[in-house]
């Protein structure tokens, strides 16, 4: 959730994605890594220094309100969650800030972990993106 505001605080209006993954450090403290920017629709996450195997979790941002996503930007994409579903060995949560700064929280089913079934839940809340 810091790394979340951390990266609009930041990067206030970048019209851009900025993901990342969280891990564990040598303390069993929650790290996130600093996070890769991609386009205004897509990016691609920052991994820990272990690598893809040492992934907790996902987080990325939306950027700024698209014109004529008519809400995209506030909620997860399909990739999005397919992202998290298909992680390796398991699925792991994915964590989303919008434009309008809302944070949410994605859980992979743990009885179906492929198929997008997880729930989402808002940890923070925020606008959302007018509909156009
Ligand atoms: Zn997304």
């Known amino acids: 959730m810091d790394a979340l505001n951390w990266v609009y605080q930041t990067y206030p209006t970048a019209n851009a994605e900025y993901a990342g993954t969280i891990f564990p450090d040598s303390n069993g403290n929650y790290v996130a ?9 897509e990016s691609n996450p920052s991994y ?27 909620v997860f994409s399909s990739g999005d969650l397919l992202n998290a579903d298909f992680h390796y060995p398991h699925a792991v949560p994915a964590f ?8 949410l929280r994605y859980d992979p089913d ?13 940890i923070q809340s925020g606008c959302d993106c007018p509909r156009n």
């Open 33 to 41: 890594t600093v996070p890769n920017p991609g386009t205004e629709a």
């Open 48 to 74: 820990p220094p272990g690598g893809y195997s040492q992934v907790d979790a996902y987080y990325h941002t939306h950027g700024q309100c698209t014109k004529g996503m008519n809400g995209g930007n506030d």
């Open 96 to 103: 989303l800030e919008t434009p309008g700064h809302k944070i």
């Open 110 to 122: 743990p009885n179906d972990p492929r198929h997008k079934k997880g729930a989402t839940t808002t």
